[in-house]
């Protein structure tokens, strides 16, 4: 389905709208929605689907996984979310997780941005050189 001009500059000021402090707040975005399918302007269809596109990509820009060989101590965790948030500014969802295929190292995902120092990727750099 191609959005119109018009269903896009709505939706994105549906989403501005939306924003508290620079986040998409839920309940806003809900009662926008919600008034939005209860008055049913021309297109609306179209301006949702691009508002929905818009808030899944601010939830995704918000949200940090971060990937580990092994266990990550405490001051580790911290010094991860203090470092992330420092670079991201607050308000950033950060998941800390196992990974042993890894074998050593981080691997950092924020939004697209991703930060590889794990061994795995080093391994395979060298064996692509050869």
Do not use: H, W
């Not at 620079?22 to 809900?30: H, L, T, Y």
């Amino acid at each position: 389905m191609k959005i119109s001009k018009q269903s896009r500059r709505d939706a994105r000021e549906l989403f501005r709208s939306c924003l508290v402090n620079g986040f998409a707040d839920e309940n806003r975005v809900r009662q926008a929605v919600g008034a939005m399918i209860e008055k049913k302007p021309r297109g609306y269809v179209a301006t949702l689907t691009q508002l929905q596109r818009l808030v899944k990509l601010d939830l995704v820009k918000r949200t940090a996984k971060v990937e580990s060989a092994g266990p990550l101590t405490d001051e580790l965790k911290a010094a991860v979310q203090n470092n992330l948030s420092r670079i991201y500014g607050n308000g950033l969802n950060i998941s800390f997780a196992q990974n042993p295929s890894l074998i050593g190292g981080l691997r950092i995902r924020v939004g697209s941005d991703v930060y590889d120092g794990s061994v795995q990727t080093r391994l395979t750099r060298l064996a692509e050189s050869f």
